[in-house]
């Protein structure tokens, strides 16, 4: 697999509970591709692209590594995904 919707990837790296929330965030325009806002949740996404995610009072950035046929734990979450904000201090 070489693409992946954008609702689906946000919901298989457990940025966001369930799909539909995932499909609300997208509409809200809380997401960017590369810098550019997505407003559609199925809007294909590949391996390399950045997103950055606004969630309530935070923001995450997350480079793309990887998808998953289906969600697992959080450690596989995280496996398809790679955290670009530097840890707190």
Do not use: C
């Not at 997505?38 to 692209?49: D, F």
């Amino acid at each position: 697999m070489d693409r992946q919707r954008l609702d689906k990837w946000l919901w298989h790296a457990r940025v966001v509970k369930t799909r539909t929330d995932a499909a609300a965030l997208v509409a809200k325009g809380r997401v960017r591709i590369n810098g550019a806002r997505q407003t559609s949740p199925g809007h294909a996404v590949k391996a390399g692209e950045v997103l950055t995610i606004t969630l309530d009072s935070r923001v995450r950035i997350l480079k793309i590594t990887g998808f998953a046929e289906r969600r697992g734990d959080s450690a596989a979450a995280r496996a398809i995904y790679v955290d670009l904000q530097p840890a707190p201090e």
